[in-house]
C-alpha cells in the first residue's frame, strides 16, 4: 500500500490538472485534536505530580490546617533515615529476585508452549490464571500455604524430615518468600508477552537457519529466536521491574512490612509514613525520591538495552 | 464511591422533601464506622432502633472503613469538607490525634446539659476513657480488654487443667512449654504482639508501669515494670514455646487447633468462636498479671465522636451518640462481638444483658476484669503512631531472638524519646 503510494508520486509525465493541492502540515488541527487528552494529562498526571512535589518542600501533616515551608528538610531527613536506606535495600533485594526469575521462567514457558501443539490453549490459561486472580485474596491463600505451622508447604517438609521454614515470620526468609509469590503472580503475565512475540518471529528465518546448518535447538534458539524477541524482551524486562519496584499489596496484606521491617519495601514505607504516620510531607519527598528513582532506572536500561536490540 | 452515595442520598432526600405530603423538618445523619466485618449488624440494629424511636432523624451509612486506621484517615481528610460525616466511631488509641486538632467536638457541654449522665448508664469511670485532658472526645462505645483463650483438649493433653487456669505467667509458661514438648507441631503460646502496642501495654499496665511519666515528657516504661515486660515475651519464646507468628498465622494456628494458649483482645470472641466451632473445647480465662494486686489492663476499642458543626445536626448526633453507647447498643454490641459492656447499666439489667453471661460463661473473662480497665495509652504529638511502631518493632527483636530483652527495651526507650514533642 504504502510502496504502490509512493511509487504513483514518483511516476512522471502526468497531467498537472489531475494534481490535487500538496498536503500542508496541519499545524492548526494538532492542538484542538489532542487538547482533550493533554487537558487530561494536566489535570491527572502533570499537575498532581508538581503538588506532591510542593508538598514535600512542606512540614503538611494529614489533617492539620496550616503548613510550613521547610525547603529541602525533608530530603535531608531521607539521607539520614535508615528506616528508608533499608526500604530502598528491601526493594532493591526484592527485584533482583523476582525480575530475572520470572522473565526467564516466562520465557522457558513460553517456549515450551510454542514447541507443542497439543494443550496450548489449556496451560496458556493455567499459567495465565495468577495474573488475573486478585491478588490480595491470593496472598491469603499463600498465607496458609506457608503457615509455620498448619501449611501444607511445611508439614510435607515435616514428613521427609526436613524443619519447615518460618516462611514469612522470620525476617531471614521473609523477602524471599515474598519474592517467591511475586515471581508466581507475574510469570503467566511475562510468558503470554513472549508468546506473542514468538508468533511474530518469521518461520523463513527458521528455515533460512536451517539450511546455514544451525540444527540444534540451542542454536536456533540463539541465532534466531533470541535476537528476534529483542524487542518483546527489552518490554518484558521493563516492565517487570517496574512491576516488581510497586510490589505494596501482598506486603501490606501478610507482612505489614515485618518482622522488624525486614519486607518493608518502598511503597509500603510511602503509605505507612503518609497515611498511618499522616506525615504527608515526608511521604512526598519519599516519592519524589521513588519517581526519579524509576525513571533514572528506566532510562539507563533503555540506554543499555536499546543499543542491542534489533527491531525488525 | 461514598461521595457518590451520599449524593444519591442528598438527592433523594431533596426529592422526598419536595414531593412529600407533610413538610417535616428531618435530620439526615451520615454515620461512618469500621470494620464492618465485626460492626456491620450491630451497626444497622442499632441505627433502626434509634430510627423507630427517632422518627425526625434518618441514619444514613457512609462507605465504613476496614480498619481504625482506615477510618482516621477518611476523617483526616475529608475534615473541613463539605463529605466529613457527622457522627464516627473512633479507635481509643485514635481519639487522641482528632481531639488535638480540634476536628470532633468537646462533648463536654452536651455532657453538662444532660444533668446526671449516671443515670444513663455512664459512670464516670466509662466517660473517663474517652477523655483527653478536660476534653470529652467521645463516648465509649465497644471497650474491650485482654484474655486467655485456651485450647482445652491441648492443656489436659499436656497434663494442665481447664478448670483451674494458670493464674501466673510462671504457670502459663510452664503449661506452655509442657504443651509445646508434646510434639506434632505444636505451639505453647501465641500472644498477640505484632501490630500496635496494646498487648505489651497489658503486661506494662498488669505490673503497674506507666508509658510516660505524668507531664508526658519522659519515657518510663523502661523502668522495672517494662524491663519485666520485655523479660516475659522473651521468656514466652524461650521456654514458653512461642514462635515468631505474623498476626494472621497466630489467630490461624489457635483455631486449627495448634495452639495452646492465646493471648488477645476479648473482641475477637465471637469471631474465635465461630472459627473454632467443634475443632476442639474452647475456653476463657482472665489475663495473669504480674502485679495482682495493682495491676492495670488496657481499653480496647472505639468512641463514637460528633464532627458535624451544624447545630440542628449536632442536637441530633448527640441523641444518636447516646443511644449508641447506651444500654441498648452495649446489649447488641457485647454477643455480636465478645466486646465487654461500656455502660453500666447493661451489664447488670435483666432487660438487657443481666442474664446473657450465667448463659454464656466464656464471655464472663472479660466482663470479670472490667475494673482493671484504664484507658488505652495515646501518646502526645505528631508522631504519636510512630511511637507505637517502635515498639512493635523493638518486641519482634526479642521473639526472633536478635537482641535480648533488656537491649531491646533501652532501643525501644531512646528511640520513643526523640519521637515525642520537645516543648
Known amino acids: 500500500m504504502a510502496e504502490a503510494l509512493r511509487s504513483a508520486a514518483r511516476a512522471p509525465g502526468r497531467p498537472s490538472g489531475a494534481r490535487r493541492p500538496a498536503p500542508r502540515p496541519a499545524a492548526g488541527g494538532a492542538l484542538p485534536l489532542s487538547a482533550p487528552a493533554l487537558v487530561l494529562l494536566l489535570l491527572f498526571v502533570i499537575l498532581p505530580t508538581l503538588a506532591v512535589f510542593g508538598l514535600s518542600l512542606t512540614d503538611y501533616q494529614l489533617g492539620d490546617d496550616a503548613l510550613v515551608f521547610v525547603g529541602l528538610d525533608n530530603y535531608r531527613d531521607l539521607l539520614g533515615d535508615a528506616g528508608f536506606r533499608g526500604s530502598l535495600r528491601n526493594t532493591m533485594v526484592y527485584a533482583a529476585l523476582v525480575t530475572p526469575a520470572s522473565v526467564l521462567i516466562g520465557l522457558g514457558l513460553a517456549l515450551l508452549i510454542e514447541a507443542e501443539t497439543r494443550g496450548r490453549a489449556l496451560f496458556r490459561t493455567l499459567f495465565f490464571l495468577p495474573v488475573v486472580s486478585l491478588i490480595v485474596a491470593m496472598a491469603t491463600v499463600w498465607q496458609y500455604l506457608l503457615h509455620p505451622t498448619i501449611g501444607p508447604v511445611d508439614q510435607l517438609l515435616r514428613l521427609v524430615g526436613l524443619p519447615g521454614p518460618n516462611w514469612l515470620g522470620s525476617s531471614d526468609t521473609v523477602l524471599a518468600s515474598l519474592a517467591l509469590i511475586g515471581v508466581w503472580q507475574s510469570v503467566g503475565y511475562n510468558m503470554v508477552l513472549f508468546l506473542a512475540g514468538l508468533t511474530a518471529i518469521p518461520r523463513d528465518l527458521y528455515a533460512a537457519a536451517a539450511v546455514d546448518g544451525a540444527a540444534s535447538g540451542w542454536q536456533r534458539f540463539r541465532l534466531v529466536t533470541w535476537p528476534m524477541l529483542g524487542p518483546t524482551t527489552l518490554f518484558v524486562v521493563t516492565i517487570s521491574i517496574i512491576n516488581a519496584v510497586k510490589v505494596f499489596e501482598t506486603v501490606q496484606t501478610l507482612t505489614e512490612g515485618g518482622p522488624n521491617r525486614a519486607s518493608e519495601v518502598l511503597l509500603f514505607t510511602i503509605y505507612r509514613e503518609g497515611f498511618v504516620y499522616l506525615r504527608v510531607g515526608a511521604a512526598s519527598a519519599m516519592t519524589v525520591v521513588f519517581l526519579l528513582l524509576l525513571v533514572g532506572l528506566m532510562l539507563l536500561q533503555y540506554r543499555i538495552q536499546d543499543r542491542r536490540t534489533h527491531y525488525a | ?423
Open chain 2, 1 to 423: 464511591m461514598s461521595r457518590i452515595r451520599n449524593a444519591a442520598a442528598a438527592l433523594a432526600l431533596a426529592m422526598a422533601a419536595l414531593c412529600g405530603p407533610q413538610a417535616r423538618a428531618e435530620t439526615t445523619l451520615t454515620v461512618h464506622y469500621p470494620m464492618p466485618g465485626f460492626f456491620k449488624a450491630v451497626m444497622d440494629t442499632v441505627a433502626a432502633k434509634f430510627m423507630a424511636e427517632n422518627p425526625d432523624v434518618k441514619i444514613a451509612f457512609a462507605t465504613p472503613s476496614p480498619t481504625y486506621e482506615d477510618g482516621l484517615q477518611l476523617i483526616l481528610r475529608e475534615a473541613g469538607t463539605a463529605d466529613l460525616p457527622d457522627v464516627s466511631f473512633v479507635g481509643l488509641n485514635r481519639l487522641r490525634i482528632l481531639s488535638e486538632r480540634n476536628i470532633v467536638a468537646d462533648l463536654q457541654p452536651l455532657i453538662a446539659q444532660e444533668g446526671d449522665m449516671e443515670k444513663l448508664g455512664f459512670t464516670d469511670h466509662i466517660l473517663s476513657l474517652a477523655r483527653w485532658g478536660g476534653r470529652q472526645a467521645g463516648l465509649a462505645f465497644a471497650t474491650s480488654n485482654p484474655i486467655m483463650y485456651m485450647n482445652a483438649d491441648l492443656v489436659r493433653k499436656a497434663g494442665g487443667d481447664p478448670d483451674h487456669p494458670p493464674k501466673t505467667w510462671d504457670e502459663v509458661i510452664a503449661l506452655g512449654g509442657r504443651i509445646k514438648a508434646l510434639g506434632d507441631g505444636d505451639a505453647g503460646i501465641d500472644f498477640r504482639w505484632q501490630g500496635d502496642d496494646w498487648m505489651f501495654s497489658a503486661l506494662l499496665f498488669g505490673d503497674g508501669g506507666t508509658m510516660l511519666s505524668p507531664d508526658e515528657k519522659t519515657v518510663t516504661f523502661d523502668g522495672p515494670a517494662g524491663q519485666a515486660a520485655f523479660a516475659l515475651v522473651g521468656r514466652m519464646v524461650k521456654e514458653g514455646g512461642m514462635p515468631a507468628f505474623t498476626k494472621p498465622a497466630g489467630e490461624q494456628a489457635f483455631v486449627a487447633g495448634k495452639v495452646g494458649l492465646e493471648f488477645q483482645t476479648t473482641g475477637a470472641l465471637r469471631n474465635t468462636i465461630d472459627n473454632v466451632g467443634r475443632k476442639f473445647e474452647l475456653r476463657t480465662a482472665p489475663i495473669p498479671l504480674l502485679d495482682p494486686k495493682d495491676g492495670r489492663l488496657p481499653t480496647g476499642g472505639n468512641a463514637v465522636v460528633i464532627l458535624t458543626k451544624d447545630p440542628a445536626k449536632r442536637d441530633a448526633a448527640w441523641r444518636f451518640a447516646k443511644f449508641a453507647a447506651g444500654p441498648y447498643g452495649a446489649s447488641v454490641v457485647v454477643p455480636g462481638t465478645g466486646y465487654v459492656p461500656n455502660n453500666a447499666l447493661a451489664a447488670t439489667s435483666p432487660q438487657y444483658l443481666g442474664d446473657f453471661y450465667a448463659t454464656h460463661p466464656l464471655y464472663r473473662a472479660g466482663l470479670d476484669q472490667m475494673d482493671r480497665m484504664i484507658p488505652w495509652y495515646s501518646f502526645p504529638g505528631a508522631n504519636s503512631v510512630r511511637v507505637t511502631q517502635a515498639i512493635v518493632d523493638n518486641l519482634s527483636r526479642v521473639v526472633e531472638g536478635t537482641a535480648t530483652p533488656d537491649a531491646a527495651v533501652k532501643d525501644t526507650a531512646a528511640e520513643v524519646q526523640k519521637l515525642l514533642p520537645r516543648r
